[in-house]
């Protein structure tokens, strides 16, 4: 493990301390559909994923996310086989978060709806382990399909059982609206709520309840899908079959919206680069400045992007003088809620 991390973040109050930005796996789960729309990143090499989540590791990154939908099993199985090879005092230190509730088919590489009954859930919640070559789930988090508070209250009762049983060390919920949340958060082994924060917005209101709890907030699309990355133009989109082409959740990449986010982000370029930060380090540094209980997590798919996303832990937060002027700038931002 890196011995230059200096930024850490606690899964909750008086919980588990990680390093203040984690992984996210989505993109190396491959091609998958989900409800007959593609739902991947596009063609995956599993030993360059595996590569990746290594040069994460050895910087000294220590929360790995994960989740059955994504490539339907298979980044659960890559993260299972990239924590196997490692020594058994390293993978100790990996935190490993996964969820359920969305209902998948590995053989044909589909998913669609979702089942969140408690046999369902225990049944995800052994094939998840299986996947991962795990004992234990560190944080297992509701990805969706608890549609009532009754059927949260449900849920959470179904993951209480699971903590007492030992096959999980604590869970939240990647569903972030109000009720849900509340539901979560009203019990002692929920630690964490997933929720997109980014420099263009975030939802107050989660925030905010996150806090009254004392939750982490685990940040996904922390890049924006990768439009903070500055790589991304109006003749250079992701590739035909990337999510992020076909999409009802975001809209960075549409061709009518684009050019309005690359503006946002020519606003604020200047300001995310400052002390010679790459646009990276400055958007993954703006959310550690945002809130101190926010952990990024930024997808990887190579060993060099793993390596640059964990170098804001030696870095540290955006000076709070610019990250103030760009919460100002981007005032009227819709993904401010």
Not at 106 to 115: V, W
Not at 187 to 208: H, I, K, R
């Amino acid at each position: 493990m890196s011995t230059t991390t200096t930024e850490t973040r606690s899964l909750g109050v008086g919980g588990r301390q990680l390093a203040a930005v984690g992984v996210g796996t989505w993109a190396l789960g491959g091609p998958f559909t989900f409800d007959g729309r593609d739902a991947g990143w596009g063609e995956v090499d599993d030993a360059e994923s595996i590569r990746a989540l290594h040069a994460a590791i050895h910087a000294g990154v220590t929360l790995i996310d994960s989740a059955p939908a994504y490539g339907t099993g298979h980044s659960e199985r890559v993260v299972g086989q990239a924590l196997a090879a490692l020594p058994a005092t390293v993978r100790e230190s990996v935190a490993v978060a996964t969820k359920f509730g969305l209902r998948i088919d590995e053989g044909r590489r589909t998913g669609g709806g979702n089942d969140v009954r408690p046999e369902a859930i225990r049944a995800e919640c052994e094939a998840s382990l299986r996947r991962l070559g795990l004992d234990t789930v560190d944080l297992y988090q509701l990805h969706g399909g608890a549609e009532t508070v009754a059927a949260a209250e449900d849920v959470v009762a179904t993951c209480e059982e699971l903590l007492a049983e030992g096959k999980i060390r604590s869970f939240g919920t990647a569903q972030d609206d109000a009720e849900t949340l509340a539901v979560f958060a009203g019990s002692d082994g929920c630690v964490a709520v997933q929720t997109q924060v980014n420099v263009f917005g975030w939802t107050a209101a989660t925030l905010d309840a996150a806090r009254a709890h004392g939750l982490a907030v685990l940040a996904r699309s922390p890049l924006a899908m990768g439009m903070l990355s500055g790589k991304y133009h109006s003749a250079n989109r992701p590739q035909a079959g990337d999510v992020r082409l076909d999409t009802p959740y975001w809209d960075y990449f549409d061709a009518d919206t684009m050019p309005g986010w690359l503006q946002r982000l020519d606003t604020v370029r200047e300001l995310l680069t400052v002390g010679g930060r790459t646009l990276v380090q400055g958007a993954l540094g703006y959310l550690l400045a945002l809130d101190p209980s926010i952990i990024p997590l930024p997808g990887i798919r190579t060993e060099q992007q793993a390596r640059e996303n964990a170098s804001v832990l030696s870095l540290g937060p955006l000076p709070q003088a610019e990250t103030a002027e760009i919460t100002a700038l981007l005032a009227d931002s819709p993904e401010r809620r």
